[in-house]
C-alpha cells in the first residue's frame, strides 16, 4: 500500500523488480531495480543510480510524478472491484471455473 500511496501523491517510485510493487512499478511512474544474477552490491548501486537520475533530471521527475498519479488510479479500489467482477462473469458466463 505504501507504494501505491506515495504514487497517488504524485511521488515517483525506485523499487525491486520484486513482489507486489514490481508489478505495480513502470518507467512511466518510477525506475524498477532487477535483482537477478546481481550481487548485493550491484542493487545497492543500481538503485543509487536510479534513485540520482530520477532527483538530477526535472523533466524526467515531473512526468514521473503525473505518471505515478496517473498509475495509481489503476488501483483504485472501485475500479479494482469493477474490473475483477468483469473477470468473474466471464468465468461464469462461458461455464469456465
Known sequence: MAVLEAM????????????????IVDD????LVKTRGK???????DLAKALTELLNDVDLWQASSKGARVRAQGFAW????????RALEGI???GKK
Not at 8 to 22: R, T
Not at 39 to 45: G, L, R, S
Not at 78 to 85: C, D, G, L, Q, S
Open 39 to 45: 550481487t548485493e552490491d550491484e542493487v545497492i548501486e
Open 92 to 94: 461464469v458466463g462461458t
Open 28 to 31: 512511466n511512474c518510477g525506475r
Open 8 to 23: 497517488a501523491n504524485g511521488l515517483p517510485v525506485v523499487c525491486l523488480a520484486l513482489g507486489g510493487p514490481g508489478e
Open 78 to 85: 472501485p475500479k479494482v472491484v469493477a474490473e475483477m467482477y
